[in-house]
């Protein structure tokens, strides 16, 4: 278990496509290795790597050594980051819309 802060900001890392999309991938999964997710991509193995290390960095991925391979698997607890943020918006819209519809009701 790492102990220490993300190294990454997780809205930088979820910022990229790629990324994103690695991470609806291992959502569906326990966890996968490089080998079986880099076939999702047109890159090679080790442009799909460095996506996977700054997944990891702001602490998205876990990595687990099974022999030789690494397996990546998806922890999304720091996305709950990006969800308080959204909700927060989305409270603050809700109440706009509400105002707006009284003041249109109002006018009839």
């Given at each position: ?7 990454r ?14 991470i609806q ?12 997710l880099?076939?999702?991509f ?12 700054i997944l990891r ?7 687990r ?7 990546y698997?998806l ?7 990006i ?8 409270d603050f ?9 009284q003041?249109l009701e109002?006018k009839?």
């Amino acid at each position: 278990m790492n102990r220490t802060g993300p190294k990454r900001d997780v809205y930088e890392a979820v910022a990229d496509p790629t990324r994103r999309k690695l991470i609806q991938i291992l959502s569906d999964v326990e966890e996968l290795p490089l080998h079986e997710l880099t076939p999702h991509f047109q890159m090679g193995r080790t442009a799909v790597s460095k996506h996977l290390t700054i997944l990891r960095d702001a602490h998205l991925v876990s990595v687990r050594k099974v022999g030789r391979e690494t397996r990546y698997r998806l922890n999304a607890a720091p996305l709950q980051e990006i969800q308080d943020w959204v909700a927060f918006y989305e409270d603050f819209w809700k109440a706009r819309m509400t105002k707006l519809h009284q003041l249109l009701e109002e006018k009839k």
